[in-house]
Structures are given as C-alpha cells and as structure tokens.
C-alpha cells in the first residue's frame, strides 16, 4: 500500500513536470517561431533615438555611421521590385533628407497613405518621432521565401538570427525622412534596418 502511493506521487509528479515543461514551450512558440523578450523602452534608449535625429538634421552622417552603423554587420536597406520585398546589406547611410519638422518622441501610430486618387492626402498623418514596438519580420520572411524557391539558400541559425534581430528591435520612425529598426548589439544601439517599404506606392 504504502509502495503504491510512492509510485502513484511519482507518476503524478512525471505528469506535472511534463505538463509544465509543454506549457512553457508553448509561451515560447507562436506560429512555429521562438518568441524572444524585447527590452523595455529605457531614457538611454530614447537619448540614442534623439541623437540619431540630431545627426540626421546635422546633415553629420559621418558621425552617425561611426557610432550607429555595427562596423562588421552593417545594416539591412529594405527596398521592394516588381512587388516583391528584397534586401542589401549596407555598411553607411549617405542620402537622406534631413528635414525633420519635429524632435517630440511619441508612442502613438503613425500612419502613411498612398492616397492614388486624392494627392490631398498623401503622406504621413503626423510629425514627431514614432517609437513602436510592432516590427515586421522583413529579412527573415525574405530569406524563408527564397529557401522555398531554391532549398538552402539561407542557413537556418542564419534565419533563426535575423528573427531574433527583428523580435528584439523596435521601429524609429521621423515622418519624410526614415524608417529604421534599432537594436541593441553588445550593450550598445545599432541601426540595424531601413524600411523603404512603407513609403513605396508602387503597386
């Protein structure tokens, strides 16, 4: 008697751990890909967004590629043809407009039309500078399509990085200028994607 209540405790036990060992795999899935934590929004985060700014309306590009392009990784430049999304790693930002109408950090959805018929309402719904933590997958669902295209094309850890990449970013964007995601590499804030996408009306 005594022997059968040890065995069935520990048969409870197996089923409690393996029960729980499935739950915490399933908060880590979602859609078949690891759900990695994003650091919180700090004040050195956000002074490292304004000083990217600050640089952008210095026209100091030399300063912010030093500083906020990795030296070895560079970035990816997000650009679309013919419909599809396509990618180039780059290693400086050197042509964008500097124009940036307001320096005020903001949280809240910005939005871009295209507006085809009305030019009246083309363009960003607002000015400030967006911090978002909603960032689309771009580099990695480019590499899985082109894996289905041709078979290895793409390393898997090569995507698994990229989708760790995109997970722990956020989204910068300064109305009529960029569009970039901001990672932390090595405790330091790189630019690590431009997304000319968003702003591309080109069917």
């Known amino acids: 008697m005594y022997l059968q209540k040890i065995l069935n405790l520990s048969i409870f036990t197996i089923i409690i751990f393996l ?67 396509i990618f ?7 042509d964008i407009d500097s124009n940036i109408d307001s320096f005020v950090i903001r949280f809240d959805k910005v939005t871009f039309d295209c507006s085809p018929y009305d030019d009246s309402l083309y363009g960003w719904d607002k000015y400030g500078i967006f911090i978002s933590s909603q960032t689309k997958p771009y580099v990695s669902k480019i590499m899985e399509e082109a894996n289905l295209i041709q078979p290895n094309s ?35 804030w790189y630019i690590t994607l431009i997304d000319n996408v968003t702003t591309d009306c080109s069917r």
């Open 88 to 94: 180039e790693i780059k290693k400086s930002i050197s």
């Open 154 to 188: 793409y390393k898997l850890e090569d995507i698994e990085k990229m989708d760790f990449m995109e997970q722990t970013s956020y989204e910068v964007t300064i109305p009529y200028v960029i569009i970039f995601y901001i990672t932390k590499i090595d405790n330091q």
């Open 19 to 85: 029960f729980t060992a499935c739950a915490v795999d399933n908060q880590q899935l979602e859609n078949g890909k690891k759900i990695y934590p994003k650091e919180p929004i700090s004040q050195k985060l956000i002074d490292e967004i304004n000083q990217i700014a600050l640089l952008i309306n210095q026209n100091n590009f030399s300063l912010l590629n030093a500083k906020y392009i990795h030296p070895i990784n560079g970035f990816y430049d997000i650009t679309k043809i013919e419909n599809r999304n």
